[in-house]
C-alpha cells in the first residue's frame, strides 16, 4: 500500500468510529478547562491510528493530541494526529469536526490527510503534487480583497490573547462582516484550501492542528505563514496562522495584523 493510500485510508476508519458514535452519548472529561473536553471517540480514534501507524511503520516517531510525543527525533519524520479535531463541536452534536493526520519532516508536513466524515469529504495533499478533495484538484479562492472576504478568526481566551483576537476582528470588521467561527481548525484550512472561505486567522493551535492543514492549503496555491509572515514550523508548540491565497495573505498581513495590538 502506498504512503498516500495509508494515510487517507487511516483518516477515513478513524471518521467511521466518529460517524458511528455521533449523536449518542459520550463519556467526557475535562482537560485544561471547562470548554476543553476528551470523550472516549477521541481516544479510540487515537489508538487506532497509533495501532496502525505501529504496525505499518515501525519505530517512526509520533505525535498526537491525547497522548503526546512519543519516540520524537529532531532527524526524522513524525507522525503528527488530532484524531479528532472540533471536540466540542462532536460532543454537542454539531456536525463540524474532521480528523487530520501528517507525515511531518524537520518541521515541515509532507503528507497530509483530514477527513469530515459526516460530508464524506477526505482532503489531501502531497508536497510538490497538488492538493485534492475526493480525488479531484483544489485551490485556494481567488478572491483578493478584504473587502467583503469570508473570514475565520478564531484566538484562544487568555487576557493578551484576547486583545489580540478582538484587535483582529476590529481591524477586520472595517472591511467585511462575513465572518465564520467552524470550530474545528485543520477544517477550516481545508475550507481555504477548497475556496469556500477565503482567508482564516487563529493563535494558539498547536502542531497537530495544522499538520496536515497548512500542507494541504499550500499545495492547493495558499499562502500560510506565522503573523511575521514566517513560514510556519510544526515543531513550535504554540502556532499562530494566517493564510490566504498569495494576494489576499498580504493584505492581512500588512493591513491587518499591523494594526492589530
Ligand atoms: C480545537 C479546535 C478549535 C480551535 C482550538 C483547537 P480540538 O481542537 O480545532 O477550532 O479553536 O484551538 O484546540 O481540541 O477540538 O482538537
Ligand atoms: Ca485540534
Ligand atoms: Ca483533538
Not at 26 to 36: A, F, L, N, P, Q
Not at 66 to 75: K, L, P, Q
Request: net charge negative; charged share 25%.
Amino acid at each position: 500500500m502506498t504512503l498516500d493510500q495509508f494515510v487517507q485510508d487511516l483518516a477515513r476508519d478513524a471518521g467511521r468510529i466518529q460517524n458511528d458514535a455521533f449523536h449518542k452519548p459520550h463519556t467526557s472529561r475535562v482537560k485544561t478547562g471547562r470548554g476543553d473536553i476528551v470523550t472516549e471517540v477521541d481516544e479510540a480514534c487515537e489508538k487506532l491510528i497509533i495501532d496502525r501507524i505501529r504496525l505499518h511503520y515501525p519505530g517512526y516517531p509520533i505525535l498526537s493530541e491525547e497522548s503526546g510525543a512519543i519516540g520524537v527525533e529532531e532527524d526524522r519524520p513524525v507522525w503528527v494526529i488530532d484524531p479528532l479535531d472540533g471536540t466540542r463541536n462532536y460532543s454537542m452534536g454539531i456536525p463540524s469536526f474532521c480528523c487530520s493526520i501528517g507525515l511531518v519532516r524537520q518541521g515541515v508536513p509532507e503528507v497530509g490527510a483530514i477527513y469530515d466524515c459526516v460530508h464524506d469529504e477526505m482532503f489531501f495533499a502531497r508536497r510538490g503534487s497538488g492538493a485534492f478533495l475526493n480525488g479531484e484538484r483544489i485551490t485556494v479562492a481567488e478572491w483578493d480583497s478584504l473587502e467583503d472576504a469570508v473570514v475565520s478568526v478564531a484566538w484562544v481566551r487568555t487576557k493578551t490573547k484576547r486583545q489580540r483576537f478582538l484587535g483582529c476582528i476590529e481591524t477586520l470588521s472595517r472591511y467585511t462582516s462575513y465572518f465564520r467561527r467552524f470550530g474545528s481548525a485543520a477544517l477550516v484550512a481545508s475550507y481555504v484550501a477548497c475556496g469556500r472561505i477565503h482567508a482564516y486567522m487563529q493563535g494558539g493551535l498547536s502542531p497537530w492542528d495544522m499538520a496536515a492543514a497548512v500542507l494541504i492549503v499550500e499545495e492547493a496555491g495558499g499562502c500560510v505563514t506565522d503573523l511575521t509572515g514566517q513560514p510556519i514550523d510544526i515543531r513550535n508548540p504554540k502556532i499562530e496562522v494566517a493564510m490566504a491565497n498569495p494576494v489576499l495573505h498580504d493584505r492581512l498581513l500588512r493591513d491587518v495584523v499591523s494594526h492589530m495590538d
